[in-house]
Nanobody, 118 residues
């Protein structure tokens, strides 16, 4: 299974950015976005489960929205009201479990850098 992430770049604080991650197969059921800022550990940003329910990290609640298009095997992360502290490399991940809540996902995409300028 391959995950292809796209959509990173430079954005001003308060702006918006959308990340996309396409999976090569449909047989991945939990999809998520993680991020890793310089000098920090990788952390979960948001996850979406096979039934469409979602889970968000507290720092992004109300600002970020994760969604999926099963017909395209793609997960999106819409990021609004971006802050400089959102600057990080964002990684998409996928798991074969329909409601995976761990950090050891089965598959990982390459990272995409999001830089939020103040």
């Amino acid at each position: 299974v391959q995950l292809q992430a796209s959509g990173g770049g430079l954005v001003q604080a308060g702006g918006s950015q959308r990340l996309s991650c396409a999976a090569s197969v449909r047989t991945v059921y939990t999809m998520a976005w993680f991020r890793q800022a310089p000098g920090k550990q990788r952390e979960l940003v948001a996850a979406i489960y096979d039934d469409g329910s979602t889970n968000y990290a507290d720092p992004v609640k109300g600002r970020f929205t994760i969604s999926r298009d099963n017909a395209k095997n793609t997960v999106y992360l819409q990021m609004n009201s971006l802050k400089p502290e959102d600057t990080a490399v964002y990684y998409c991940a996928a798991d074969r479990h329909p409601r995976y809540n761990g950090v050891s996902y089965d598959y990982w995409g390459q990272g995409t850098l999001v830089t939020v300028s103040s």
